[in-house]
């Protein structure tokens, strides 16, 4: 049904068409850099807390502080606030790979928050058994800790996903391209009510698949 609903939407509208390309773009690149920094940032903020494998106030204490810092600027404040960063490392502020430094940046924290979370949901005998039998914190987190969070981990990221399109449609409204540019520049400045539409239903069916699909893979992934 949903496939049918974008085929129409989207059938001889090389605007739109363009436009959800660009968001995909946007949210799933940003999506897997936020992760390759946020998963440890996650895992390390457990792992360093008081009684746990690799106990350190310190280090616990400054990637805590990271996080709770980036998660409490709103993304619109984050956005403007980082346009210098984001020109010294892609060369300009404008466009659809410029918006994919704010949004990765405001993703880090809360897939940060989702793994830790998630890992402190895992059994603690389970951790106990594995220390038993000489694993190393490496193999503790590789093996055991992530592993076992595993599902919940599927459920949090997809949440986060979804947040990133709704950033995205943000970063679109100040020129950052994709749908959310489109509903301004056409729907908003032009009156063409039909584009704005057209744009909110794209967006909607978007984050029901990627729910969807979420939580069917957390579903499978779950051992119990």
Do not use: C
């Not at 039998?133 to 055991?144: C, D, F, N, R, Y």
Request: cysteine-free; hydrophobic content about 50%.
């Amino acid at each position: 049904m949903m496939e049918e609903i974008i085929d129409f939407l989207l059938r001889g509208n090389d605007l739109l068409w363009s436009g959800t390309l660009e968001t995909l773009y946007m949210v799933f690149v940003s999506m897997i850099l936020g992760s390759l920094v946020g998963i440890p940032l996650g895992v390390g903020v457990v792992v360093t807390e008081d009684g746990n494998i690799l106990e350190s106030k310190g280090i616990n204490f400054i990637l805590s502080t990271i996080i709770n810092i980036t998660r409490s600027i709103p993304f619109i404040v984050l956005l403007v606030a980082l346009i210098p960063f984001t020109r010294f490392i892609v060369g300009t502020s404008i466009g659809t790979t410029a918006s994919i430094v704010p949004l990765t940046v405001g993703a880090i924290p809360f897939i940060g928050r989702i793994v830790e979370s998630a890992i402190k949901e895992v059994d603690g005998g389970v951790i106990e058994a594995a220390q038993s039998m000489g694993a190393t914190p490496w193999e503790i987190v590789t093996k055991v800790l992530l592993p076992e969070s595993l599902p919940t981990l599927v459920l949090g990221l997809t949440i986060t996903l979804i947040s990133l399109i709704g950033y995205s449609a943000i970063v679109g409204a100040i020129g950052g391209g994709g749908l959310g540019d489109i509903a301004i520049r056409y729907g908003y400045h032009r009156y063409q009510t039909d584009i704005m539409i057209k744009t909110i239903i794209l967006l909607v069916v978007m984050v029901q698949l990627i729910q969807h699909f979420g939580n069917l893979l957390a579903r499978k992934l779950d051992r119990s």
